[in-house]
Structure formats: C-alpha cells, structure tokens
T-cell receptor, first 112, second 115 residues
Framework: GAGVSQSPSNKVTEKGKDVELRCDPISGHTALYWYRQRLGQGLEFLIYFQGNSAPDKSGLPSDRFSAERTGESVSTLTIQRTQQEDSAVYLC??????????FGSGTRLTVV | AQSVTQLGSHVSVSEGALVLLRCNYSSSVPPYLFWYVQYPNQGLQLLLKYTTGATLVKGINGFEAEFKKSETSFHLTKPSAHMSDAAEYFCAVRGAITGANNLFFGTGTRLTVIP
C-alpha cells in the first residue's frame, strides 16, 4: 500500500487479557520499528526489525511484550496479561534506510 | 549514549511570530538528527533531517534547523507561525550502532499558535 497501515486503530481491553496489534509496512521497506507513546510523553523505542537479521528487542519493557515479523511483511506486537500502564498509542514505522521513516497512524490501546 | 532533550514541553506563539523549538542531543557517533511533526490523531511526518554537509537544513512548511556541533544543538525555527503549524514536534537522533536505523526521540514540544 501507499502508507504504513496499523490495525486496529483503537483497542479497549480488560486488564489481564492479551492483545495483538498489527502493522502492514510499505512494500519494499526492509526495516520496521515499533514505538510506544504514552500520554504526554515522547516515543519510546520498543523493537526494530531489519531484513532477516535478528531483531533488536532492547526496548521491550517486559517479557509480556513480544513481536514478530515474517520476512519483510506484516509485523504483530503482542502484549500478554495487559496492565493499565500498557495504555498508550503504539506506533509502527517502516523504512528502506535511515532517512525514510514512514509512520502509521498508530493503535490507541486502553486497558481498563 | 544516544538521547535528545527538548526544552519546553509547551510553546505558545502568536500567529506571524517566530517559532523556536529547542533540541539538544547526546551522541557517541557523528549524529544524524531529525525533526518530526505529529498532527492530532495522525502519525509522525518528517520535517527535515541533518546527516552530513550543510549545517543549515531546510524542511517542509517553511521550517529550518541548524546543526551546531559546539552547542550539541539542532533547534527548529520558522520565521512566521501559521495557525496550521499547531502540532507536536519531536526531535530525534539515530542509534549508535553502525548500520542501525533506529531513532531515539525526545519527549516532544507541543506548539500552540495564538490568533
């Protein structure tokens, strides 16, 4: 597609439930990134996929968070046993190089 | 370690006035620096970037930024604010690992333009 597509755009879940967020990158973009944006805060790096290399998971806040990407296509971010502090906007971006980040519109996650 | 500090979480300017959004960085490698803008309920858009070469970079919508190595700064300016400039602005620096493409973002500055 023309842009980075994220789904769902909004998600409300009960504390303790698992959620799965999806990101469709721009075709041909080898790199894919997940960021978390809490209310009133900046973007917090979560994970970075580059081609077939092992992902950089250094930003994942706990073992409840995991992400997968098949090749250079769709990525899913999974949060298990959600907590209220997980409430945030989760942003995905893709790029062919350092200079060409394209962000999606994000998934707003609310844990109640 | 890579980091950016944006001074002022909120900045208000009158329409037509100068816009100045401050960004200072820390980088263990020659920095690549970026400014992104986020309009309400939208993703981030690249405004401008500095990699190498000319230290004054021009971006979209009349914005520009100057890389000052001695001050470790990359402040964003626009001579005359428009109402449409109201948004959140993020400064970012690249990761330090050679070949890495990940960016580290500041906490953002929300710009309000007063009519």
């Amino acid at each position: 597609g023309a842009g980075v597509s994220q789904s769902p755009s909004n998600k409300v879940t009960e504390k303790g439930k698992d959620v799965e967020l999806r990101c469709d990158p721009i075709s041909g973009h080898t790199a894919l990134y997940w960021y978390r944006q809490r209310l009133g805060q900046g973007l917090e790096f979560l994970i970075y996929f580059q081609g077939n290399s092992a992902p950089d998971k250094s930003g994942l806040p706990s073992d409840r968070f995991s992400a997968e990407r098949t090749g250079e296509s769709v990525s899913t971010l999974t949060i298990q046993r959600t907590q209220q502090e997980d409430s945030a906007v989760y942003l995905c971006a893709s790029s062919k190089s350092l200079y060409g980040y394209t962000f999606g519109s994000g998934t707003r996650l609310t844990v109640v | 370690a890579q980091s950016v500090t944006q001074l002022g979480s909120h900045v208000s300017v009158s329409e037509g006035a100068l816009v100045l959004l401050r960004c200072n960085y820390s980088s263990s490698v020659p920095p690549y620096l970026f400014w992104y803008v986020q309009y309400p309920n939208q993703g981030l858009q690249l405004l401008l970037k500095y990699t190498t070469g000319a230290t004054l970079v021009k971006g979209i919508n009349g914005f520009e930024a100057e890389f000052k190595k001695s001050e470790t700064s990359f402040h964003l300016t626009k001579p005359s604010a428009h109402m449409s400039d109201a948004a959140e602005y993020f400064c970012a620096v690249r990761g330090a690992i050679t070949g890495a493409n990940n960016l580290f973002f500041g906490t953002g500055t929300r710009l309000t333009v007063i009519p």
